[in-house]
T-cell receptor
Framework: DAKTTQPPSMDCAEGRAANLPCNHS???????VYWYRQIHSQGPQYIIH???NNETNEMASLIITEDRKSSTLILPHATLRDTAVYYC?????????????FGKGTKLSVKP | DAMVIQNPRYQVTQFGKPVTLSCSQT?????MYWYQQKSSQAPKLLFH???????NEADTPDNFQSRRPNTSFCFLDIRSPGLGDAAMYLC?????????????FGSGTQLSVL
C-alpha cells in the first residue's frame, strides 16, 4: 500500500504558485520523498526528491517539515502545461522497499 | 531524444490471444520495470528486472510474464488476456548509483482486449 496521503484534486490560476501537500506520517529514517507527475496519456515524469532538507530544481521546490511527516511541492509559476496528476511517493532502500509504489495522486488543474 | 521506447503505442488483441509488449532503452540502465495502469488509477508495479534477476510482485497474476534478453530490451507477455487486462502498460528504467535514482518512463502501450 502507498504510504502517502494527497488531496484528490486542486485548482490553480495560471501564473500563480501551485502548492501541493502530501502527508507521509509513517516515513522512516532512510526513506526519501519523491514527486512525479503524469500528463494525460504520457508516462510519469520525475520532478524532484528529498530526504530532510528543502530542495529546488528547475521544475519545482520541495519543502519537507522538520519531523518529515509531510511535504509540499511548489510550482512557482504554474502554466497550463502543468495540468497533470502529481504523485508523492515515499521510497526507501534496497529490495522491494526501493520500488516506486504510486498512491492515488493529486489532479492539478491550471486554469487561465 | 527518446530514452525509453515502447512499441506499439496502441495494441489491440482478442480475448485469450497471447500478446507481447516491448520496451527498449538507450540509457544502459540495470533495472527495468513494468507497471500496469488502468483507467483513472495510479500505476501498479507488476515486476522488475535487476540485471537478469527477475522480481515479481506478490499480487501479479501468473498470466503476466516477462523476458529480458539483454540490457536494452524487456518484454511483457500476457498469455491469455482477459477483458480486465485492458490498460496502459508502462515500462521504466533506473540505474544503480544510489537509492535516490530516479525512474525514466516510456510513453506506454495502451492495450485493448476485444
Amino acid at each position: 500500500d502507498a504510504k502517502t496521503t494527497q488531496p484528490p484534486s486542486m485548482d490553480c490560476a495560471e501564473g500563480r504558485a501551485a502548492n501541493l501537500p502530501c502527508n507521509h506520517s509513517t516515513i522512516s529514517g532512510n526513506e526519501y520523498v519523491y514527486w512525479y507527475r503524469q500528463i494525460h496519456s504520457q508516462g510519469p515524469q520525475y520532478i524532484i526528491h528529498g530526504l530532510k532538507n528543502n530542495e529546488t530544481n528547475e521544475m519545482a521546490s520541495l519543502i519537507i517539515t522538520e519531523d518529515r511527516k509531510s511535504s509540499t511541492l511548489i510550482l512557482p509559476h504554474a502554466t497550463l502545461r502543468d495540468t497533470a496528476v502529481y504523485y508523492c511517493i515515499v521510497r526507501g532502500g534496497g529490495g522491494s522497499q526501493g520500488n516506486l509504489i504510486f498512491g492515488k495522486g493529486t489532479k492539478l488543474s491550471v486554469k487561465p | 531524444d527518446a530514452m525509453v521506447i515502447q512499441n506499439p503505442r496502441y495494441q489491440v488483441t482478442q480475448f485469450g490471444k497471447p500478446v507481447t509488449l516491448s520496451c527498449s532503452q538507450t540509457l544502459n540502465h540495470n533495472v527495468m520495470y513494468w507497471y500496469q495502469q488502468k483507467s483513472s488509477q495510479a500505476p501498479k508495479l507488476l515486476f522488475h528486472y535487476y540485471d537478469k534477476d527477475f522480481n515479481n510482485e506478490a499480487d501479479t497474476p501468473d498470466n503476466f510474464q516477462s523476458r529480458r534478453p539483454n540490457t536494452s530490451f524487456c518484454f511483457l507477455d500476457i498469455r491469455s488476456p482477459g477483458l480486465g487486462d485492458a490498460a496502459m502498460y508502462l515500462c521504466a528504467t533506473s540505474g544503480l548509483s544510489g537509492v535516490w535514482e530516479k525512474l525514466f518512463f516510456g510513453s506506454g502501450t495502451q492495450l485493448s482486449v476485444l
